[in-house]
């Protein structure tokens, strides 16, 4: 680890007691975080972009895995200082953004191919999921931890409990790999929930043609109410009838028994209608 301390004593040096109200929950076992970075694949070209990254345990096993241009996104002024003292160690390969991921637009960091890295803050990982969901074009792929429950929804299938609005967007766009869960003890401090790191790799074209901000409304109406049938949920977007016979469906359907093309067709057919409203 090219001479730096091991990660309590950097934490115990700079006060780096874990934040509720930044979701922080720092992983400190350096095989799971070198696991993790070796779970993106080839990491010497392009940039590799790590949301709060703490202590720094994954920025190191980044780097030590062959990461030439790592890009740490970190709000917190302590840890943007432990950034630097690890940026001084690995001179000219990690850069260091200090500021909130939620404001940053990581599709323009770095280089391509940008892979995107992280240990999630918890309060925030869907938003961020969805940010990067939007821009999916521009990573070559994202290695991600969230709550075990999270990664359950984003690979659900139909007809399944844990299948939702987040399951049809994500699957809609990329294909979804879970690889292993994380203890909650190899946390500090230890979270409630056992964590799970999925890898999400973009696919060459959408399952289906849809706009994705229709397709975010088809869902959730649909979802918001999944214990409806089609007829009556999607009434808010408008002829819901209409729709649901444009998109080739049952209006007694209900939005688990629906999959990501069904959906999409639905995206169309929303916005084919909305479009002849205006003429």
Excluded at 51 to 72: C, K
Excluded at 167 to 186: E, G, K, M
């Amino acid at each position: 680890m090219t001479g730096l301390p091991p990660l309590r004593e950097v934490i115990a040096a700079h006060g780096l007691a874990a934040r509720k109200s930044l979701g922080q929950h720092f992983l400190l076992d350096l095989n799971l975080t070198g696991r993790i970075a070796r779970s993106a694949g080839d990491l010497t070209e392009g940039s590799v972009i790590e949301i709060g990254p703490g202590p720094g345990g994954l920025t190191r096993a980044l780097l030590d895995a062959g990461a030439t241009h790592v890009v740490a996104v970190e709000r917190d002024d302590r840890a943007v200082v432990i950034q630097h003292e690890i940026a001084a160690a690995y001179p000219g390969r990690l850069e260091i953004i200090a500021a909130d991921a939620l404001e940053v637009d990581c599709a323009a960091l770095g280089s391509a191919p940008r892979r995107v890295v992280a240990n999630l803050p918890y309060n925030i990982s869907t938003v961020l999921l969805l940010a990067f969901l939007r821009r999916i074009n521009a990573f070559e792929t994202l290695v991600l931890m969230f709550q075990k429950e999270v990664v359950d929804r984003l690979g659900a299938v139909p007809r399944s409990p844990d299948y939702g609005r987040l399951s049809v967007i994500t699957q809609w766009l990329c294909a979804v790999r879970p690889l292993f869960n994380v203890d909650r003890r190899a946390f500090t401090p230890p979270p409630t929930v056992t964590s799970t790191v999925v890898r999400l790799d973009p696919r060459p074209e959408p399952l289906a043609p849809a706009r994705f901000a229709t397709l975010e409304r088809v869902t959730a109406a649909a979802f918001g109410q999944r214990r409806k049938m089609l007829r009556s949920s999607l009434k808010s977007l408008g002829d819901s009838e209409a729709l649901i016979d444009a998109a080739g469906l049952l209006p007694t359907a209900r939005a688990e028994e629906i999959d990501v093309a069904g959906f999409c067709a639905l995206a169309q057919a929303l916005d084919a209608a909305e479009a002849s409203a205006l003429r």
